[in-house]
């Protein structure tokens, strides 16, 4: 089966369920455009931040103000910067995280696996989810590892927020020029190692080391949803190009439906 987004979507829908409904261990790989659903830019895209910053930061590398770099070089304007674009608390999940709850719900799931920070997937109800890029439900201190809640950095009015040992308080998110969480990557590549239906959706693949992690799987069959090619579309069974909340919206229909 090699279906491209030249065929009929009805013909490529079916297929995804057929898929869905024989698999035993599903694993979802997702990436920014995931959550673009419930009202959160993604990065890439031409309505994303990296094409859309503001005045005052546009003469600057938007991978920089992301960075470890600028946050021990440039601590408040990584904090500015940091407020105004990872501050998701006040959005929902969209019917991408409610129909994989649903999955996991339902004993399908292997695992989420997930390349967002927004705490999306968890309000949705997914348990066995691997963060890759880590969360903003939490924050730490640089120096000390004293633990802050997810409200402390967004509400701190200070320009860079300290602990009172006198470390910054910074977020349990991965920055630029940081490592990824080791027991999330193993986690994460076990599941692709256990998955017998992978489904990788609103993510480019362009993002180092965490598009590697495809390569890495062995699941007999691969879905791509992503409104842009990506260069794993060759070596996918189903291919969709179409907005992936119209494909969840009707996979979440179907399964309400049935009760």
């Given amino acids: 089966m090699f279906l491209t987004e030249k065929d009929p979507f009805d013909t490529r829908f079916k297929a995804l369920k057929s898929c869905i409904n024989l698999?035993?261990?599903?694993?979802?790989?997702?990436?920014?455009?995931?959550?673009?659903g419930s009202g959160i830019p993604d990065f890439r895209s031409a309505g994303g931040l990296?094409?859309?910053?503001?005045?005052?930061?546009?003469?600057?590398?938007?991978?920089?103000?992301?960075?470890r770099s600028c946050m021990i070089e440039k601590p408040e304007m990584f904090f500015?910067?940091?407020?105004?674009?990872?501050?998701?608390?006040g959005y929902q999940p969209n019917s991408v995280h409610k129909y994989l709850a649903k999955l996991e719900a339902a004993g399908k799931m292997e695992a989420v696996i997930t390349q967002n920070v927004d705490m999306l997937h968890e309000a949705a109800?997914?348990?066995?989810?691997?963060?890759?890029?880590?969360?903003?439900?939490?924050?730490?201190?640089?120096?000390?590892?004293?633990?802050?809640?997810?409200?402390?950095?967004?509400?701190?009015?200070?320009?860079?927020?300290?602990?009172?040992?006198?470390?910054v308080i910074r977020p349990d998110v991965v920055l630029y020029g940081e490592q990824l969480p080791e027991d999330q990557v193993v986690g994460a590549l076990t599941s692709l190692h256990n998955t017998d239906l992978l489904i990788v959706c609103g993510t480019s693949l362009t993002v180092q080391p965490a598009a590697s992690f495809v390569s890495e799987c062995t699941?007999?069959?691969m879905v791509i949803i992503n409104q842009q090619p990506t260069s794993y579309d060759q070596w996918a069974d189903i291919v969709f190009r179409?907005?992936?909340?119209?494909?969840?919206?009707?996979?979440?229909?179907?399964?309400e439906s049935r009760g």
């Fill in 219 to 221: 699941a007999s069959t």
């Fill in 23 to 36: 698999a035993q261990h599903i694993t979802f790989f997702g990436g920014a455009g995931v959550s673009v």
């Fill in 80 to 89: 500015t910067f940091y407020k105004n674009i990872m501050d998701v608390r």
């Fill in 125 to 167: 109800g997914t348990k066995k989810l691997y963060k890759i890029h880590g969360t903003v439900a939490q924050n730490h201190c640089d120096k000390c590892h004293k633990v802050y809640d997810k409200d402390y950095i967004f509400n701190d009015t200070a320009p860079v927020p300290v602990c009172e040992c006198g470390g």
């Fill in 242 to 255: 179409e907005d992936m909340n119209t494909i969840f919206d009707a996979l979440l229909s179907n399964t």
């Fill in 50 to 67: 990296y094409n859309n910053m503001p005045k005052e930061y546009q003469d600057v590398q938007p991978e920089y103000m992301l960075s």
